[in-house]
């Protein structure tokens, strides 16, 4: 089937264990992440999870359900790409001994990325965006010589007034048993 | 009131109806124990030989009462040996509480004496599971737990007590025991069609699980399929989720299902799958599972859905719910074609894998024991065996049948049948063998001490046989290491142990033997000489299909 990139987003309890639980059944039902940003919410009994991922349809379902299932996670789902501010932090530090910090600036100028640190040996930028305009200027400051990089994953979020809390418990109506007086 | 954490855990329990546990003592549950011991009279504990049994008992004990089995060990190797117990009844969708102690809370993580993070060991093997670091979080996580054990699709959880905890004090105030919740997510438009294509179908077939058992939806599934005019095949957890002697039932489907059943399961039109997560044992090959026909797959567990086979509707929920809601929706339909299809197929002995009439086999003995003590519940091991008992045994009656289904542990039937008599206060079958009664035949002390009336019966093939059956028809019969020439006396052992045993090498000896357990009071041991060659069929390939059936061997 057709590999495509899916982005989850996910509302789970804040207690220690959780992102264990979460990768932990990503690795034994065999679905691989492509990215995983969590920190808490509004509400400080919850965190929020953003999961890249990139699976086929079937997966993409499986990962859906068997996340759901889990004690812990309050809401799972997964997010249309059209309609979601998406977002990615970069550190990176750039070696600009041999040259080259002009046109580096340059870049930082059109990519609206920003300095944070700066030695006459080194560069340090930071930049936000989506992920297609994070890698452009990766990819862009490659040459240069890059000394260390970090990504925080993508993190998103909902366009419109809509959030993610508004789809919990919809589609669902309890049916309460005793367990043993049937 | 004012209680230390060990006696709110007993409380706790007490509150949520639990009056029986099994466990084994240890360092970091010493205080556990302790509070067992002011509350004899209310909760009786059973120790068994090793913790995997006590899990295994506990795991039956869920199974034959539907009441959560709960059952307590020590920390590192009383946890350890717990885990086998609990990916066995996650994988069966058995209620069990595992409650371990753990070092106290300054000494985690310092790789302290009996110290495992048993939380972190047993994550994918439970539906959930808690570390208690706070003894004011201890009554509320043990509540959490049942509810989360019993809700929905049952399973294992496992709350983690440090020492320390057991120990503090807390004030504690008693409440209403758990509800468990089971939900049904589904829209009407999908009822509805599920509703057409049951009145369009002209070949409908059911397909039941055990979920059907744990819903205790038996007299549902009888009703509907009268009211659908369609037969019944069951998956082996679904065995006794209708009588065996049901005329709409067809027996087991799958590996080592009937003929018949697979037969008609593959010329259905439509096949209405109850409770059932179509496991690879049940399907074979999945690409050609559901070919010229729909499914509705109804399952509570909506991660079933379209997992293993795609559904063409689906209704996540009950069972018992959703059963009584078409029966109420759908008028009486007849498919008097298909029908006299099922019968004729049904009565066609043909392709029947009978064993002889007048010697000692597994068919023979298992219809012997099914005869002379029609009502124990029935306990396997893992094997050859269990197959047997899946396809020769007549239920009549729900959650008695106890067998390992999707972990198939050898090994759980010791603990497994001595949970189910402690659960069912009644009597209880044991079909096991040499290769799983040598896992775990200490619980036989378990079962002496408790003076439990449990008839073992130990089909001696003097082989791992299923493996051996395999060798034979997949790896050119080079039996490796699986030819087991063990001079165990089981007669002697189980004297030894303290309970009565024959040994009986003919149909009239064994026979004789079934009796003589019927009349005895306590544990009686039959050791059955089987031949090693004795293959379990039909048998469907793995990754096969009806086509690939294997019918002689």
Redo the contacts between chains.
């Keep these: 089937m057709k590999q495509e990139k899916y982005l989850f987003s996910l509302l789970v309890r804040n207690e220690s264990g959780v992102l264990t639980r979460i990768s932990g059944l990503f690795a034994r039902r065999g679905y691989n992440i492509d990215s995983l940003s969590v920190g808490v919410t509004e509400d400080a009994a919850v965190s929020r999870m953003t999961i890249t991922a990139t699976c086929d349809e079937y997966m993409k379902e499986q990962i859906l359900k068997q996340l759901s299932k889990l004690h812990d996670v309050i809401i799972v789902e997964a997010m249309d790409l059209e309609a979601t501010v998406m977002r990615e932090l970069l550190l990176i530090k750039v070696n600009v001994a041999q040259g080259g910090r002009s046109e580096i600036l340059e870049a930082i100028s059109i990519f609206r990325a920003k300095v944070v640190d700066l030695t006459p040996e080194s560069l340090t930028v930071e930049i936000t965006g989506e992920r297609n305009k994070c890698d452009a200027f990766v990819e862009y400051l490659r040459p240069f010589g890059i000394a260390e990089l970090c990504r925080t994953g993508i993190t998103a979020i909902k366009r419109g007034a809509e959030r993610l809390a508004d789809g919990i418990g919809k589609n669902t109506y309890e049916h309460i048993i005793v367990s043993d007086e049937e | 009131m004012r209680l230390n954490g060990a006696e709110i855990i007993i409380e706790t329990l007490i509150e949520q109806?639990i009056d029986t546990v099994f466990g084994y003592p240890g360092g970091s549950v010493l205080g556990l124990y302790d509070a067992l011991y002011k509350y004899q009279g209310k909760i009786k504990h059973y120790i068994t030989c090793h913790e995997q049994a006590a899990a295994h008992a506990a795991d039956g004990y869920a199974r034959v009462t539907?009441?959560p089995g709960v059952v307590f060990a020590t920390s590192g190797p009383g946890a350890t040996n717990l885990v086998t117990g609990i990916a066995n009844a996650y994988l069966d969708s058995s209620p069990v509480i595992a409650i371990t102690g753990n070092v106290a809370t300054n000494l985690i993580g310092r790789d302290s004496f009996q110290e495992v993070d048993i939380?972190?060991i047993t994550?994918?093997v439970t539906?959930?599971n808690f570390?208690v670091k706070d003894v004011e979080q201890l009554a509320p996580t043990i509540r959490e737990a049942f509810k989360?054990a019993?809700s929905d699709r049952p399973g294992p959880v496992l709350i983690d007590v440090p020492k320390d905890v057991q120990a503090a004090l807390c004030e504690f105030t008693p409440m209403e025991?758990a509800?468990?919740?089971?939900?049904?997510?589904f829209?009407q438009s999908d009822f509805d069609e599920a509703v057409k294509l049951i009145k369009e179908a002209k070949r409908p077939f059911i397909y039941a699980g055990g979920g059907v058992v744990l819903s205790?939806a038996s007299s549902q599934l009888e009703e509907f399929a009268n009211l659908i005019d369609a037969p019944v095949g069951a998956s082996m957890m679904g065995l006794t989720a209708i009588k065996s002697d049901n005329p709409r039932f067809l027996g087991m489907t799958g590996m080592h299902g009937k003929y018949a059943t697979n037969k008609l399961m593959g010329e259905s039109d439509l096949i209405i799958a109850v409770g059932t997560r179509f496991s690879d044992r049940a399907t074979g090959k999945k690409q050609e599972f559901s070919n010229g026909k729909k499914v509705v797959h109804i399952d509570i567990?909506?991660?079933e859905?379209?997992?293993n086979i795609p559904a063409y509707v689906s209704l996540i929920?009950?069972v018992k719910?959703i059963l009584n809601k078409l029966i109420k929706e759908i008028p009486k339909i007849d498919n008097p074609e298909w029908s006299r299809e099922v019968a004729e197929l049904k009565a066609d002995k043909k392709h029947n894998c009978d064993m002889e009439k007048d010697t000692l086999n597994p068919q023979t003995a298992i219809e012997c024991v099914n005869k002379v003590m029609p009502d124990n519940i029935v306990a396997t091991d893992v094997g050859q065996h269990q197959m047997w008992t899946a396809q020769y045994y007549k239920f009549n009656k729900p959650r008695s049948f106890v067998t390992s289904g999707g972990l198939g542990s050898m090994g759980f039937g010791m603990g497994a049948a001595i949970g189910s008599a402690i659960g069912s206060k009644g009597r209880v079958t044991l079909f096991t063998s040499d290769g799983s009664f040598h896992m775990n035949m200490n619980e036989c002390a378990t079962a002496v001490t408790n003076n439990l009336p449990l008839t073992i019966v130990v089909m001696d093939n003097n082989a791992l046989g299923m493996v051996r059956q395999w060798q034979k028809l997949f790896f050119g019969a080079r039996y490796s290491c699986t030819t087991l020439n063990r001079k165990t006396d089981y007669v002697a052992l189980a004297k030894a142990f303290g309970m009565e045993g024959k040994r009986a090498a003919t149909l009239k000896e064994f026979e004789e033997a079934v009796i003589e357990a019927k009349n005895h009071n306590g544990p009686f041991l039959i050791h059955a000489i089987i031949d090693s060659d004795q293959k379990v069929l039909p048998m469907i390939p793995p990754n096969g299909t009806f086509n690939d059936m294997i019918l002689k061997g």
């Design positions: 109806g539907g009441k939380c972190g994550m994918p539906k959930h570390m989360i019993l025991k509800m468990a919740k089971r939900r049904c997510i829209v205790e567990d909506p991660a859905i379209g997992k929920g009950d719910m």
